[in-house]
């Protein structure tokens, strides 16, 4: 799991939380309860000292349909662009570009991590991420890397 990403609960994971959460072992259960939609997957691993090889957990918990990391999931949430917000973006633009340019992502990925997350840095940060996909691969993939990376946050 990537360090910067953020994972949310799914319903069912939502449903076990609130329960008694007899379902699935306490380990799995203290990971599952940590998992706020707002907290990167290396502040988790860093967080939740009381859970036992927390990235396995973590695998374990996604596998099983309880945790995920897809933002567009989320179901009548409202997110400013403060805080978690800014990271969600980003990690939304990190999903692209792993897509899009697969082993070459890597630049593309840096420039993206070492922005401010608010739409307006992340859209320079796109711009110049097209330059760089333009001299390395090609204009059509870089065209589409903008274009998706712009809808994402909002300004496609």
Not at 11 to 33: D, P, V
Not at 54 to 80: C, F, N, P, R, W
Not at 104 to 127: F, M, Y
Not at 143 to 154: N, Y
């Amino acid at each position: 799991m990537h360090p910067d990403l953020i994972l949310f609960r799914t319903a069912k994971g939502e449903e076990i939380a609130q329960g008694h959460g007899h379902q699935i072992a306490s380990n799995l259960r203290r990971a599952l309860l940590a998992v706020d939609g707002k907290t990167s997957v290396a502040t988790l691993a860093k967080k939740v000292f009381w859970v036992s090889d927390v990235m396995t957990v973590l695998k374990e918990l996604y596998s099983l349909g309880l945790i995920h990391d897809d933002v567009k999931t989320i179901q009548g949430a409202t997110v400013s662009q403060s805080g978690g917000a800014g990271l969600l973006l980003k990690v939304a633009i990190v999903k692209i570009a792993k897509e899009l340019l697969g082993e070459h992502a890597e630049r593309v990925i840096k420039k993206i991590e070492d922005v401010d997350g608010t739409p307006e840095a992340l859209e320079q940060v796109l711009l110049s991420c097209k330059k760089l996909i333009k001299l390395t691969i090609n204009d059509e993939v870089a065209e589409t890397f903008l274009k998706r990376g712009l809808a994402a946050i909002g300004k496609g």
